[in-house]
């Protein structure tokens, strides 16, 4: 039977890669499969019984094309006399890097080209550090042009010494230098006479006989579910494709991240009613009892896969605007899609030395590792152990591009050594004790708004209802709790998050927090939302116009901003992004105090206060 080689070329423009896929195609008189025939020949050895299997084609970063991001990668397809093959054919202009982590995703294998005339340059490297970073494990370096150094076999020695030193570091399971010239069609299918020093096999050769399977050491059953079927009041089916071992009626499984246990009733393998099933095979799952399962969750045995909300990956960030710690994406892995903060850049990857450098930003096509922590429990594990649950892509939560793909490294410790101690005396019992429900209101709007005139009234009023408050003010907070923060970016985001993490705190134990900050951007305050939880936030926009603002000029900060002498003024000198869904809207212009408090007061009512 013949097996199937999904590969992937890279090399920057001029470097031949059309030109040597090319040239072994026409020498070797390889057809080029039409789509079907590719597909089908794929399905023989693959596990769909001889079907074709149509997901092959949506293999590699799936999430990445579920985006619906146009990406440039083309896939041919041709067959030899011993093997099928797939290349991803990934064009060498600017968006280079997206594509080809694309496409390295899907590969098993990828021939790197290197141009004998001028040696191993900076993208060789980039280009070996993405294929590891992606999970590529076999390699082979195509030296090309060698007819351009006279077939000089001391060139091609000192390009290999260089290629071999350099690739220690990605720990390839098998790495395989070819000298060749695609132009005039040196070793691509038959071995070269202007050459006889080399011993080694032609292209072809090599690519018919590799043996690629994946031998990874992932033990068990495995399924994450993809989607809850119930067509009826009877039935209740978990479907998802099997990705490691067997599973048969009467297994004992637990669901992932719960932990609850069950045992399988039925299994149906595409309508049909079967006893067992295995990797490769979509099914719907039944279970004895009822328990909860819903998209994300993984249904397993015998495995050690890691729950939790924290570790640590390597990424590759592909977005034109730079990564900033403290920035919430959503991040998406195998099935899941859960809100996801990157909390620190633990360090950036010099793509040329594999040096680990400090940095606090990350540009455009940059390697670092980072710490990520998710919004919610997820299922997930070393990248190393398990290619499907290791990898994630995550997703700008305004534009929903992919901002960058990822493999994780291992989960941190840190969140394992924590454990969230539930007290007796629960926030329910705080606040009732207060006779309260608590929340955090928390006011929005430009310099001058009214935010802590309002904030002031609105304590007073509330305290003389017996309520329980407190207040949380920008500048405040600024004198204490955040005196070691600045005004840039990183810094003003970690000010919300700290403010943030204190009110919900304080809600914890039972008060209504009032708090007045500028809070400009729309995405801290999405972050604060997201920490003081959807049910407790009520976000009150004070929409009072920047020219109401400038009039008023209370502290005198408009005059100072308009005169060049504050840097980052909201409003004036650095954007503020309205509230698009904020629970209330105030404007202060044209009213007392007294009016703004009451109209304010009525509508903390609707929302529980
Ligand atoms: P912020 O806290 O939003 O920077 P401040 O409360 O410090 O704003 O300043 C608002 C100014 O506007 C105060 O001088 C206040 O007296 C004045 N003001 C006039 N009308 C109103 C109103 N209806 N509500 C709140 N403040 C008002």
Redesign the pocket.
Known sequence: MQSLLKFITCGSVDDGKSTLIGHMLYDAKLIFADQEKALELDSKVGSNDGGIDYSLLLDGLMAEREQGITIDVAYRYFTSDRRSFIVADTPGHEEYTRNMAVGASFADLAVILVDASKGVLVQTRRHSRICALMGIRHVVYAINKMDLVDYDQGTFEEISSEITKMAVEYNFASQYLIPVSATVGDNITKISKKMPWYHGKTLLAYLEEIDVTDKTDATGFVLPIQRVSRPNREYRGFQGQIEVGEVAVGDEIMVLPSGNKSKVKSIYNMMEQVDSAFAGQAVSIELEDEIDVSRGCVLVRDTELKVGKMFTAKILWMDDAKLVAGKNYYLKLGTNTVPAVIMNIKHKIDVNTGAKVKAERLFKNEIAVCDISCADQIVFDKFKNHKDLGCFILIDRVTNMTSACGVIEHSLRREGNLTWHEMDITRDLRSKQKGQSPKTVW?T??????????INELEKRMFAAGKHTMVLDGDNVRMGLNKNLGFKETDRIENIRRVAEVAKLMNDAGLIVLT?F?SPFAQDRQNARRIIGEDSFVEVY?STSLEECEK?D??GLYKKARGGEIPNFSGITSPYEPPTHAEIVID??G???E??VDHLMKELEKWGC
């Open positions: 006011l709007g430009l310099s001058g708004a009214g935010k802590s005139t309002l007045s500028i004070v008023r209370v502290k202060t212009a009213q007392t105090v009016e703004s």
